[in-house]
């Protein structure tokens, strides 16, 4: 009886956490980066040896554990990254009408970043991301800077989304 109970109890807590482990799949060679609900935010896999696919084709779909949200519902709810945001974009700008389209909130960070960084226009970059076709962010680079390290520029413009979302508090 107590082994059955022990076996019974051992299959349920492993039925319980197989949705973890399959939802972050086994090592997938990336630094471990994390982006705005706690995903993984890779944008351009090319920075990450995945042999130019996009990290979403890799990795599956790392959407957020809060339900599915946008970019923008998540700023909705997180005015302190919103703020930060808002001061990266050009005067004027919506940041609802910004973060429309994007995959995730990382993305979108990620984005804003390379564009204050390299100068390059957002609404350049986004409708290049965006598409048609839809372009890594990587990829956009190169495309709208073909003398910019877009490897670089993905790198740290990452860096700097996982920190300000780190940071803001957003991982609900």
């Known amino acids: 009886m107590k082994l059955k109970f022990s076996l019974s109890l051992a299959a349920l807590f492993a039925f319980i956490a197989m949705p973890a482990f399959a939802q972050h799949g086994g090592s997938h060679g990336g630094d471990g980066m994390h982006g705005a609900d706690g995903m993984h935010s890779h944008m351009d896999a090319d920075s990450h ?23 923008g519902q998540l700023l909705t709810q997180n005015t302190k990254l919103a703020s930060k945001l808002q001061a990266l974009l050009p005067p004027g700008t919506d940041l609802q009408t910004a973060a429309a389209g994007f995959k995730n909130l990382g993305q979108f960070v990620a984005a804003v ?12 970059l986004k409708s290049t991301m965006l598409g048609p076709p839809p372009e890594s962010l990587g990829k956009a680079i190169k495309t709208l800077d073909p003398n ?3 490897k670089s520029a993905v790198k740290t413009a990452e860096k700097q989304a996982d920190q300000d979302i780190d940071s803001s508090g957003s991982g609900d």
């Open 49 to 71: 040896g995945d042999h130019g696919k996009d990290a979403d084709e890799n990795h599956g779909s790392h959407s957020s554990h809060s339900g599915h949200k946008t970019a």
């Open 113 to 124: 970043h390379v564009s204050k960084n390299l100068g390059i226009p957002f609404d350049q």
């Open 148 to 150: 910019a390290n877009a």
